[in-house]
């Protein structure tokens, strides 16, 4: 495993933006590098520590989403090495395997969020109005109980700082067209039963994903971003899954319940995680890959 990277530096190369997790960076009118770094947030605040390796657990695991999807829809990945866009040894050792090329391409002004469990907001939405996003639900259902079929809930892609909020799939016609619209969802369910399935019998269960599509300049659609990885997904591990109660994570959902012990109103700037908080996290990160990953006994 490399050192923490907290934020790269590439200066031979533009930087476009730096989110949450990922820099992004102009390679030429055709390509664009992704450098998943070991930044975490939660509320949307990005906090002040690295998870060491977390980047290259998030990169790694996205990519074997990306393998194993390919032939439902293609993906950004461009199958460029990264010598040829990082030259320099040097900086292709800090980078270690958080940086990818991968095609320019139109993102979509939504994410596709798949539920599969009654958690989260989900699981507050329906405390109160017996729905989730507007789906109605049978009553008497419990907290992370499985949902009768997975369901698809859409939403807007915030700002930097700013909340995503849910919108209705007539709004997700609206702001990219019909045809593609449904195709967004219909992929989006097929991928996530595909690897509910698949993970399932390797012990973890996916309560919900959320994926993001691009289109090139033909209007094709493409899986992009990140997929199914322990940011974007929450995941359980099914020997310790029962309904009635928020189960134990893999994923980032740890970090999020240490925060909510602390009295903080979740705004920047974020406090500071103790040394125990961050090496189990990362601690989760690498189990989740290895359990996801492996090749069957």
């Known amino acids: 495993m490399t050192a923490a990277l907290f934020q790269s530096e590439l200066p031979h190369l533009e930087l476009l933006n730096r989110g949450k997790v990922r820099d ?49 829809v293609p993906n ?28 320019k391409l139109q993102p979509l002004p939504i994410e596709a969020i798949v539920r599969g469990y009654l958690i989260g907001s989900g699981w507050k939405d329906y405390q109160k109005t017996g729905a989730l996003c507007g789906i109605a639900l049978p009553k008497g259902m419990r907290q992370a109980e499985q949902l009768p079929e997975p369901l698809y809930t859409p939403s807007t892609k915030a700002e930097a700082g700013a909340h995503d909020e849910n919108i209705s799939f007539a709004r997700t016609e609206e702001l990219t067209g019909a045809g593609i619209a449904a195709r967004v969802r219909d992929l989006s369910i097929a991928i996530y039963r595909d690897a509910a399935a698949y993970a399932r ?75 125990e908080i961050i090496a189990r996290t990362a601690e989760k990160y690498a189990e989740a890959e290895r359990v996801l990953t492996r090749a069957p006994a």
Do not use: C
């Open 201 to 275: 019998e390797r012990g973890i269960l996916i309560a919900d994903t959320k994926f993001e599509f691009g289109l090139d300049a033909n209007g094709t659609l493409h899986l992009i971003d990140e997929v199914l990885t322990p940011d974007s997904s929450r995941f359980w591990p099914a020997a310790q899954y029962r309904p009635g109660i928020s189960p134990p994570s893999y994923d980032k959902q740890f970090v999020r319940d240490y925060l909510e012990t602390l009295d903080w109103n979740k705004t920047a700037p974020a406090p500071e995680l103790p040394p």
């Open 76 to 103: 950004h990945l461009a199958g460029v090495d990264l010598a040829e866009v990082v030259p320099e040894a040097r900086m292709r050792e800090q980078l270690g395997a958080r940086a990818i090329v991968v095609k």
């Open 24 to 72: 992004l960076y102009r390679v030429d009118d055709a390509h664009m590098l992704i450098v998943a770094t070991d930044r975490i947030s939660a509320f949307d605040v990005v906090l002040g520590q690295p998870i060491p390796g977390k980047g290259e657990v998030l990169t790694r695991v996205a990519n074997f989403w990306f393998a194993r999807s390919a032939g439902d």
